[in-house]
């Protein structure tokens, strides 16, 4: 079924590089986006900037329809697809890179792997983010680390996932920076991002290590403070006036790639007509736009190439976690 599935991948792919014939032969019925988690949060958006955009580009001939389905940073709607709808044709699936750690840690269950999807495309990238309540002590990343340092059963994180997912991980970099043991840390788990925004916002937890994108209106409105960004250099925009964790002494990278997956059966036909929507989207003004107004950046990848993305992630994370001490 593995070797089934890649060469199912390989030939969509292929398909759509040849002739885009074969997704000219399908239409969707009652096209469907799934965000596997509750609103709110980044699978929400990802939802969101897709919808908007096939919306804005008029690509869709009727509106798609958005389905939250949550569970285990898209573990439930994972089994889900592989279980109760295998040739679903209509329906693409939100994904991110907190879902390929999961499926890095074998968390969508033992026997579901990265071959148990067809790979659709990439709509942007986020990046993590320290980020606490606007009225908090912390001006910087580097008052937070102090602080942390002198006091490390003090301080409460919390986000949307559970010990070893990627918000947890985003925390612990900052913990082993200052030679502290992430494992030691208080976190407490939460189903989705704004779940745990609402949990900073109500003092429940101080630390929030969440997603850029996620936290745009927030911090429009001047509720919460953004300590660092985790990215290779400052942002554009709106974040232009946040400082990297870089730049503060931290070596902290954390990349988010958004993107979808489709039901691990379904046809040649609907898989090069998805993976066709979203090249489109790639070269629409409109898309770009709906990607750039929440707060996304580029990352435009479909077919056998995001596939290929999508494993190398899942590589590089099973690593980091053998460092972590989560894998053996």
């Not at 009225?135 to 003090?154: F, I, R, V």
């Not at 840390?185 to 916002?201: F, I, K, P, Q, T």
């Not at 494993?311 to 989560?326: C, D, H, P, T, V």
Request: proline residues 5%.
């Amino acid at each position: 079924m593995k070797l089934h599935s890649l060469t199912k991948a390989l030939l969509g792919a292929g398909l759509l590089m040849m002739t885009g014939t074969a997704s000219a032969e399908f239409t969707p019925d009652k096209p469907e986006c799934i965000a596997p988690a509750k609103p709110g949060g980044g699978f929400d958006l990802t939802c969101r900037i897709l919808t908007n955009g096939l919306d804005k580009s008029g690509l869709l001939n009727e509106p798609m329809r958005v389905t939250f389905m949550p569970g285990g940073v898209g573990a439930v709607a994972y089994t889900h697809m592989n279980s109760n709808r295998r040739e679903d044709n209509n329906a693409v699936v939100a994904f991110s890179s907190g879902s390929s750690l999961n499926l890095a840690l074998s968390k969508f269950g033992r026997d579901l792997d990265v071959d148990d999807a067809r790979w659709v495309g990439s709509i942007g990238t986020d990046y993590g983010a320290i980020i606490v309540k606007a009225d908090a002590p912390w001006q910087s990343l580097e008052e937070l680390a102090a602080d942390l340092k002198a006091n490390p059963n003090k301080l409460v994180f919390g986000a949307g996932g559970t010990v070893g997912s990627q918000d947890w991980m985003k925390a612990a970099f900052l913990y082993r920076s200052l030679g502290l043991d992430p494992r030691a840390m208080r976190y407490v788990a939460y189903e989705g991002g704004g779940d745990a925004m609402a949990a900073v916002l109500g003092n429940h937890i101080q630390v929030y290590p969440g997603d850029v994108s996620e936290i745009k209106g927030q911090l429009d409105a001047g509720i919460v403070r953004v300590l660092a960004v985790m990215a290779p250099e400052r942002l554009e925009g709106d974040f232009a006036g946040i400082p990297t964790a870089t730049e503060q002494g931290f070596d902290m990278e954390w990349p988010i790639m958004r993107g979808f997956y489709m039901a691990p059966d379904a046809s040649d036909e609907a898989y090069g007509y998805w993976v066709q929507q979203f090249n489109e989207l790639y070269q629409n003004d409109a898309f770009a736009q709906v990607r750039d107004h929440q707060g996304l950046f580029p990352l435009s990848m479909s077919g056998a190439e995001y596939e290929a993305y999508v494993k190398a992630e899942i590589e590089k994370f099973q690593n980091l976690s053998r460092e972590m001490g989560l894998l053996r």
